[in-house]
């Protein structure tokens, strides 16, 4: 991983916001949001093929930019708007298992239209964010020939453009949503009944996150669950799931192949990268991370996952 080899690209359609957070550590107003920073800050510690499509409005502090460009990502995708940053306002509960989210100013966003460069279109990863699923299809229609499609969404999407959201569905190999979300796609309770019809649905894979409780991955061939790391401290889970994306899919760049065995093991890079990101407000605790720490980290949790086979 140091020699920050780049087999395959990956292209990351998202969003960039300002998030004000409020909770059981006080109220931080003006955080880094948006999947696509926490995907591509991510993504970065693997691999330097990394470019997003996103827009910002004119409010939107260029520092947060230069960072990401500086960490070797394509930045020149993320288009600059007049007009107000997409803004997230949340409340967490006290013990943060729970979110309610107090106002949401779309802003730029609401017209946002991906456009894929020329140099983009041949992307071999690629990534769609929590968007429209009207506007994921578009995408889709721009890129080339992609080895791995990934589609995240929400229950809003699920539940007010079901039928745009199944077609672009058909067209992806990874879905990667939470249990709730899979529950209300599925309209089945139990998860692993949800993954089976979910599969029929298109892709060749489901991937559910479930916050501390890890994530669980579904496909043809099997099923498998990547722990959580339990943490001494969890201050922001903002940005969780962004980050155990990012850490998947930036590995699969990293280690060249889209074998179950490699995919396996992206899922638990995920949860390390994870694990980093709510440690801390925003991407702060995704920063300045070493391969090292890293390493140090994804074998805290293999062995904390590791039991020896037995005969009964």
Same mark, same amino acid.
């Given at each position: 991983?140091?020699?920050?080899?780049?087999?395959?690209? %990956?292209? !990351?359609?998202?969003?960039? @916001?300002?998030?004000?957070?409020?909770?059981?550590?006080?109220?931080?107003?003006? =955080? /880094? +949001?948006?999947?696509?920073?926490?995907?591509?800050?991510?993504?970065?510690?693997?691999?330097?093929?990394?470019?997003?499509?996103?827009?910002?409005?004119?409010?939107?502090?260029?520092?947060?930019?230069?960072?990401?460009?500086?960490?070797?990502?394509?930045?020149?995708?993320?288009?600059?708007?007049?007009?107000?940053?997409?803004?997230?306002?949340?409340?967490?509960?006290?013990?943060?298992?729970?979110?309610?989210?107090?106002?949401?100013? %779309?802003? !730029?966003?609401?017209?946002? @239209?991906?456009?894929?460069?020329?140099?983009?279109?041949?992307?071999?990863?690629? =990534? /769609? +964010?929590?968007?429209?699923?009207?506007?994921?299809?578009?995408?889709?229609?721009?890129?080339?020939?992609?080895?791995?499609?990934?589609?995240?969404?929400?229950?809003?999407?699920?539940?007010?453009?079901?039928?745009?959201?199944?077609?672009?569905?058909?067209?992806?190999?990874?879905?990667?949503?939470?249990?709730?979300?899979?529950?209300?796609?599925?309209?089945?309770?139990?998860?692993?009944?949800?993954?089976?019809?979910?599969?029929?649905?298109?892709?060749?894979?489901?991937?559910?996150?479930?916050?501390?409780?890890?994530?669980?991955?579904?496909?043809?061939?099997?099923?498998?669950?990547?722990?959580?790391?339990?943490?001494?401290?969890?201050?922001?889970?903002?940005?969780?799931?962004?980050?155990?994306?990012?850490?998947?899919?930036?590995?699969?760049?990293?280690?060249?192949?889209?074998?179950?065995?490699?995919?396996?093991?992206?899922?638990?890079?995920?949860?390390?990268?994870?694990?980093?990101?709510?440690?801390?407000?925003?991407?702060?605790?995704?920063?300045?991370?070493?391969?090292?720490?890293?390493?140090?980290?994804?074998?805290?949790?293999?062995?904390?996952?590791?039991?020896?086979?037995?005969?009964?």
């Amino acid at each position: 991983m140091h020699q920050r080899s780049a087999h395959r690209s %990956l292209l !990351v359609i998202g969003s960039v @916001a300002l998030d004000d957070i409020d909770g059981p550590f006080g109220f931080h107003k003006d =955080l /880094l +949001g948006g999947s696509a920073s926490f995907i591509a800050r991510v993504a970065s510690y693997f691999t330097n093929k990394v470019s997003v499509v996103a827009v910002v409005g004119d409010d939107f502090p260029k520092h947060h930019i230069d960072e990401l460009t500086a960490l070797g990502v394509d930045t020149s995708g993320i288009e600059r708007k007049a007009g107000e940053t997409f803004h997230w306002v949340g409340k967490y509960a006290p013990d943060l298992s729970t979110r309610e989210t107090l106002d949401t100013r %779309l802003g !730029v966003f609401a017209d946002f @239209a991906p456009k894929v460069r020329e140099d983009q279109r041949d992307a071999q990863l690629v =990534l /769609l +964010g929590n968007i429209d699923p009207t506007l994921q299809l578009d995408v889709l229609r721009q890129v080339r020939a992609p080895a791995l499609v990934a589609l995240d969404t929400m229950n809003l999407w699920i539940n007010i453009k079901r039928d745009e959201l199944l077609k672009t569905l058909a067209k992806v190999q990874t879905l990667m949503i939470n249990d709730e979300e899979a529950r209300l796609l599925a309209e089945e309770h139990n998860l692993r009944r949800a993954a089976a019809k979910i599969l029929k649905m298109g892709p060749t894979s489901v991937i559910i996150k479930r916050g501390d409780a890890g994530a669980l991955l579904f496909h043809g061939g099997g099923a498998f669950a990547a722990p959580a790391m339990p943490l001494a401290d969890v201050k922001d889970p903002t940005g969780a799931g962004d980050s155990f994306a990012g850490g998947l899919m930036g590995y699969l760049a990293y280690a060249g192949d889209l074998s179950p065995a490699t995919i396996r093991t992206a899922m638990i890079m995920g949860s390390v990268m994870g694990s980093f990101a709510v440690e801390k407000f925003s991407v702060d605790g995704l920063r300045d991370l070493t391969t090292p720490r890293i390493q140090q980290r994804f074998d805290e949790l293999a062995e904390l996952a590791a039991f020896d086979r037995v005969r009964l």
